[in-house]
């Protein structure tokens, strides 16, 4: 079992940063692919990026690539994704996830496993 608490939302104004962490039940973030995912109110959840167990491989949605960056810290068990240049699309609720799986970071939310309970994010115009 790993448990997933996100921190680091909150209400920002467009073109500002921000970074959201996850923090994994010890010892057990190096055994697993982490992932973040988004979730807007009346929409599917997305893919927001993963990075693999060492850390070596990222995966990003489209809309991430270039403006997101998601790392980990094996030694202290936490995710983290940082967020620049943020639009008031980018407001949704976002997600921490861990996978079990091997290979490379996937983009489908049935390949993770665990989740955490969410971290609001809201960019105002």
């Not at 697993?32 to 009346?42: C, D, E, N």
């Not at 997101?68 to 996830?97: G, H, Q, W």
């Not at 079990?100 to 955490?116: I, R, V």
């Amino acid at each position: 079992q790993v448990q997933l608490a996100e921190s680091g939302g909150g209400l920002v104004q467009a073109g500002d940063s921000l970074r959201l962490s996850c923090a994994a039940s010890k010892h057990t973030s190096d055994t697993y692919t982490m992932g973040w995912f988004r979730q807007a109110p009346g929409k599917e959840r997305e893919f927001v990026a993963a990075v693999d167990r060492f850390g070596g491989t990222q995966r990003y949605g489209e809309f991430a690539k270039g403006r997101f960056t998601i790392s980990r810290d094996n030694a202290k068990s936490t995710v983290s994704l940082v967020m620049n240049s943020l639009k008031p699309e980018d407001t949704a609720a976002y997600y921490c996830a861990a996978s079990t799986l091997a290979g490379a970071p996937e983009d489908a939310p049935y390949w993770y496993s665990y989740w955490g309970q969410g971290t609001q994010v809201t960019v105002s115009t």
